[in-house]
C-alpha cells in the first residue's frame, strides 16, 4: 500500500486498470463460428464443430489475448491484483449480460492441487467471484476440481493437449446436477481444458454449460483478419 498502483495492462501509475486500457480491448470479430466462438470465414460453423459438436452448449470469449488484456491476465495471475481482478470483472458484466445465456452459477476453471499450493490462489477465481456477484449469481468454486495433475499444455498439439487434460477434472453432483453453468477460464488456445470440463460437469448432471473466457489465443492468421 506504500506505492500507487499500476496499470495492470500499460503500466501507467495511479490506475490498477486505466481509462486508455479500457478503450482498447482487442475484440474478436465476426464473423464467429455459432457454437465455439472461433473466427471463420462464413457465418455458422467452424469445420472442427461440424465434425465433432462440442458437448457445451455455447463458448466465447470476450477479448483477444493480446495487448493490452495480456498483461492483465499475467499480472492477476503472477501478482495475485485482486483489485484488477475486480475491474476486469467490472467490464465484462455488459458483454456476458448482452449473450443472454441463462446461467444459475459460475464456475471457474479450477488449478491442480500442486500448482494452487504453488500459486495460493486460482487467478480465474479473482474475476470469476466478482463476475458472479455483479451478475447476481451463485458461485462455486469448489464444485469442480482436478482430479489428476497435468503436463502444462504449452508446447503440445492439439491431440496431445487433448490427450493431456482428459478425464482430468471431476464435478459434485451435489452442487451443480441440473443447474446451468457457466464455466469461466482465463485463456483459451483449443479449447481442450473446456472440453475436458465440460464431460466432467455434465458426468454429474448439470443442464447446460456455457463456457466464457475472458481472452482467447488466435494464430496469426486469425489475427490478420481481426
Ligand atoms: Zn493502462
Ligand atoms: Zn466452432
Redesign the pocket.
Known amino acids: 500500500m506504500l506505492f500507487p498502483p499500476v ?1 495492470g ?2 503500466g ?1 501509475a495511479g ?1 490498477r486498470w ?1 481509462p ?2 479500457q478503450g482498447r480491448i482487442p475484440r474478436i470479430a465476426e464473423p464467429f463460428c455459432e457454437k465455439c466462438g472461433t473466427p471463420v470465414r462464413k457465418i455458422g460453423l467452424c469445420e472442427k464443430c461440424q465434425l465433432e459438436p462440442p458437448a457445451y452448449r455455447l463458448m466465447r470469449s470476450w477479448a483477444v489475448f493480446d495487448f ?1 488484456i495480456q498483461n492483465a491476465l499475467h499480472t492477476i495471475k503472477y501478482r495475485r491484483n485482486v483489485g484488477l481482478g475486480d475491474s476486469i470483472a467490472s467490464q465484462m458484466v455488459n458483454f456476458v449480460r448482452s449473450l443472454q445465456w441463462d446461467i444459475d452459477i459460475v464456475i471457474p476453471v479450477p488449478l491442480g492441487r500442486k500448482r494452487l499450493k504453488e500459486r495460493g490462489y486460482n487467478q480465474v477465481g479473482l474475476v470469476a467471484r466478482p463476475l458472479a456477484y455483479e451478475l447476481g449469481l451463485g458461485y462455486a468454486p469448489k464444485a469442480l476440481w482436478k482430479s489428476r495433475e497435468t503436463r502444462s499444455q504449452v508446447g503440445l498439439t492439439i491431440s496431445q493437449r487433448r490427450e493431456n487434460v482428459s478425464q482430468a477434472y471431476q464435478a459434485n453432483p451435489l452442487a451443480v446436477a441440473r443447474k446451468s453453468i457457466l464455466l469461466l477460464d482465463d485463456v483459451a488456445t483449443t479449447g481442450s481444458t473446456i472440453s475436458a470440463c465440460t464431460d466432467a460437469l455434465l458426468s454429474a448432471g448439470v443442464r447446460e454449460i456455457y463456457a466464457l473466457t475472458i481472452a482467447r489465443a488466435l494464430s496469426h492468421h486469425d489475427l490478420n483478419r481481426v
Open positions: 496499470c495492462g500499460c501507467k490506475f486505466c486508455n486500457c493490452p
